[in-house]
């Protein structure tokens, strides 16, 4: 009898890293938090030799039961980041960020920190930041690089402004044509049954990169409908089981094309390390599209 309510104690453990991740709608975004965590996991040597699961359901556990160890765990770590901001190592940006991830843990674990008593000790970060969109010529640039989908995601980005997480959600039935002046501009659904969903709108030039894009990839093989992926991973029909096959699409999530457009700034020297401005590089290797 004992063994069996032990059984039972331990079904209703408080989960808080899947509530955590619950309440977290992007997947880039959880990934970007959970690294936060480990950040904060490893700087008040919780647990180091755990998994980030057992990291957050042990400091739920415990934070709960003894605010005060929570509470003085929190300040020391925000402290030394507040320092690193101070001496110019980190943005003010980073700090704010590790704050999210931390405050939301707590709220979900129902641990009770007064964060007004933390947040009055934190440097204030500017809404803009010190960086510029790319020029034309950076543009065209990276559009050389040798990938078919380059072109498409960098004019896609730079003339919708949408997020990089946005391409998690992208499917060609988000896309669709509209007419005007004689010219084929697309409609963008973003975020497409999200709450943050709404439209916004490419350039004629964008609409047909994608277009082309989608008739390359049917020409190979591959079935186009409105649910197919607007980026996917290459293929080769000669080496199927390293890169995959045409008629077997495999989403290009938001981290790889984050990564795609990282290489093709490298390559093609449009970012490189005497273009550092401060700390940051001159514009945001995705973000910066947006400008």
């Known amino acids: ?26 997947a880039s975004t959880r990934d970007y938090y959970l690294r936060r965590l480990k950040g904060f996991f490893n700087h008040i040597d919780l647990l180091p030799d755990e998994d980030i699961k ?43 960020n590790f704050l999210k991830a931390i405050k939301l843990l707590c709220e979900v674990a129902d641990i009770a920190i007064n964060w007004k008593k933390i947040t009055r000790g934190l440097p204030k970060v500017r809404r803009y930041a010190e960086d510029w969109a790319p020029t034309m010529e950076e543009i065209q640039k990276l559009c050389e690089y040798p990938d078919r989908r380059i072109k498409s995601i960098i004019f896609v980005m730079a003339s919708s402004g949408i997020r990089l997480g946005a391409w998690d959600y992208l499917r060609w039935g988000h896309v669709k044509p509209v007419e ?44 186009i409908t409105e649910k197919s992926w607007v980026m ?33 700034l490298w390559t093609q020297d449009v970012r490189n390390k005497s273009q550092i401005n401060g700390k940051r590089y001159a514009f945001q290797s995705n973000h910066g599209f947006r400008k």
């Open 1 to 26: 009898m004992k063994e069996k309510r032990l059984e039972i104690e331990q079904k209703h453990d408080f989960d808080a890293y899947s509530l955590f991740v619950f309440n977290i709608r992007s």
């Open 54 to 96: 057992k990291r957050c359901d042990y400091f739920a556990k415990t934070g709960k039961d003894d605010l005060d160890w929570a509470f003085n765990n929190i300040v020391r770590f925000l402290q030394f980041q507040k320092e690193r901001v101070e001496k110019g190592e980190i943005a003010g940006s980073t700090l704010k």
């Open 180 to 223: 005007k002046a004689g010219k084929t501009f697309g409609k963008v659904t973003v975020y497409a049954g999200d709450d943050e969903e709404y439209f916004t709108f490419i350039t004629p030039e964008a609409y047909d990169e994608v277009r082309k894009w989608m008739d390359y990839r049917k020409t190979s093989g591959e079935e």
């Open 232 to 264: 996917r991973h290459l293929w080769n029909a000669k080496k199927g089981r390293k890169f995959g096959l045409v008629t077997t699409p495999r989403k290009l999530k938001s981290g790889e094309v984050k990564s795609l457009v990282e290489d093709a």
